[in-house]
């Protein structure tokens, strides 16, 4: 990529300025699914886009830090981003379950808490609350460890599929204590306390960062967005990229909006050559 991305706002052109001038202060956090990685049918099948580490490798030494804040268990990220063992990511840090879990690539070992659990007995109704709804057909339940999530994307009628299911899920999460997360064309129960603006503003203290960006595509990143508002009025520079146009919230928030994964990869990349000079 020979020229950045223009942010469309004033606090994006900002933020910009402030990590080229000083990208030793910088962190960097993308979400994983739909910014790395494209959105695909089976989740299990979703991979980092052919692009990504080399990008994140040659960007990582010129910064503070690099993360990736996702839904998915942490090792599940590693794994199929391909990032075990990559040269140049050997500080990554992978926070995963929306920060409840945490994988660092200097010791390859994921430290998480014991699974909530309402996380067990939810999974034992969700049977028959799918069979309650006519919801069997197409739906795909997916084991999280700390979650457990509803995907409707293979179902006849998707968005029909997943609106039916979206009350009745809420309330078998509300009996077991948890929350639901919705996201594109996917019903998550999770523990509630834990959010991806929680984890990225622990992190931003860790590691002392002084300017932040944020890139992300779907609903759960909205806490991320939020936590890089509170971070800009604290005078802490942030820059907030949105990964395709599925999440109008979040589209409409962004400071760079690009077409998916494989332009936030070009996108990173061009980070990395404009840094190195």
């Known amino acids: 990529?020979?020229?950045?991305?223009?942010?469309?706002?004033?606090?994006?052109?900002?933020?910009?300025?402030?990590?080229?001038?000083?990208?030793?202060?910088?962190?960097?956090?993308?979400?994983?699914?739909?910014?790395?990685?494209?959105?695909?049918?089976?989740?299990?099948?979703?991979?980092?886009?052919?692009?990504?580490?080399?990008?994140?490798?040659?960007?990582?030494?010129?910064?503070?830090s690099v993360a990736i804040v996702t839904g998915r268990p942490a090792g599940v990220a590693v794994r199929y981003g391909g990032f075990a063992g990559a040269a140049g990511l050997e500080h990554l840090v992978v926070l995963g379950h929306y920060g409840a879990e945490r994988w660092d690539a200097r010791s390859g070992t994921v430290n998480a808490p014991a699974p909530h659990p309402g996380i067990a007995a939810a999974r034992g109704e969700l049977p028959g609350v799918l069979d309650a709804h006519g919801a069997w057909r197409g739906t795909w339940v997916e084991e999280k460890g700390q979650a457990v999530a509803v995907h409707t994307r293979r179902a006849s009628d998707p968005e029909a599929a997943f609106e039916a299911l979206r009350a009745p899920l809420a309330e078998l999460a509300a009996r077991h204590g948890l929350i639901l997360e919705p996201g594109r064309l996917v019903l998550e129960l999770r523990p509630p306390g834990v959010d991806k603006g929680v984890a990225l503003e622990a992190y931003v203290r860790e590691v002392g960062a002084r300017c932040v960006v944020y890139a992300g595509d779907d609903l759960g990143d909205?806490?991320?967005?939020?936590?890089?508002?509170?971070?800009?009025?604290?005078?802490?520079?942030?820059?907030?990229?949105?990964?395709?146009?599925?999440?109008?919230?979040?589209?409409?928030?962004?400071?760079?909006?690009?077409?998916?994964?494989?332009?936030?990869?070009?996108?990173?990349?061009?980070?990395?050559?404009?840094?190195?000079?």
Not at 28 to 49: C, K, M, N, S
Request: with cysteine; charged share 20%.
């Open 1 to 64: 990529m020979d020229t950045l991305p223009e942010p469309s706002t004033p606090a994006g052109r900002d933020a910009l300025a402030a990590l080229l001038a000083e990208p030793a202060r910088a962190l960097v956090a993308l979400d994983f699914d739909g910014t790395l990685a494209d959105i695909v049918a089976d989740p299990e099948q979703a991979r980092a886009h052919p692009g990504a580490v080399p990008a994140l490798a040659a960007l990582a030494p010129h910064v503070a």
């Open 222 to 277: 909205l806490p991320a967005y939020a936590a890089v508002e509170k971070l800009r009025s604290d005078g802490v520079p942030g820059l907030l990229v949105c990964s395709g146009t599925a999440i109008p919230e979040l589209a409409e928030q962004a400071d760079v909006l690009l077409p998916g994964p494989a332009e936030v990869t070009a996108f990173l990349a061009g980070l990395a050559e404009r840094i190195a000079g």
